[in-house]
């Protein structure tokens, strides 16, 4: 398993999002509180993406836990962004702990990760993985089912499909393909959040201009509500509409 957390809304520090609040993603790196028997801790990498004002974000992955990272606090004290997707790593066994394995993974304007796994990896999948470009699945980051998750998404937005009708057609596809998969995933442009909560835990809270969306809560401020398992968000920051998608 993992943890991960989008934000898109007013521009605000990196520390102050990922960093500093009381149970932040940095602490959630090694005391989450809801990973659900999906392991214990989150320290088999790390990655962080933010939008600077190009379409494209700038992208940071680390293959070791955020808080061996002595540059990470100066680094994300002094960067500010409206637009940002960042998650914390717990390898899945038999997986490569590598930097590219680590989320978010990237293509044009996207950032996307997946906090989860799939069961039967990977020959519960391979029938759909055999419908994707050869070339697709070479250029794979890593040899691991988020990856995966990521190139069948890619596909689907690259032929013009809406990005959260992308997202719940590679869940749905995949939860039917491999029952028991926790697939947990977000996407975003650093305008709009698409996230799905399937046999995994998912929260959203919209802030004045802002809206964030997480694995968990990262501070006990009010307004934070739990996303049903099952469903999909899509977020901006003016607007939350949630769901269904179908029952796990």
Known sequence: MCRHLAYVGEPVRLADLLLTPRHS????????????????????GYGIG?????????RVR???A??????????????????VLAAVRSATVGMPVVETACAPFTSGRWLFSHNGLVRGWPSSVAALA???PVTDLLLMDAPTDSALLWTLVRALLSAGVAPAKAVASVVTEVAEAAPGSRLNLLLTDGSTIV?????????????????????????????WREVPDGHLVTATSSTVDITRLGDP
């Open 130 to 132: 055999s419908r994707l």
């Open 195 to 223: 996230g799905t909560a399937w046999t995994h835990a998912l929260w959203v809270r919209a802030l004045p201009g802002a809206v964030v969306v997480a694995s968990e809560p990262h501070d006990e401020e009010p307004g």
């Open 62 to 64: 680390r293959p070791a």
């Open 50 to 58: 933010w939008y600077t004002g190009d379409p494209e974000p700038v």
């Open 25 to 44: 993603l940095l602490r959630q790196s090694w005391a989450p509180r809801d990973m659900r028997g999906g392991g214990t801790v989150n320290a088999d």
């Open 66 to 83: 955020m808080w061996t990272d002595a540059a990470l606090p100066g680094l994300a004290g002094s960067i500010t962004s409206g637009g």
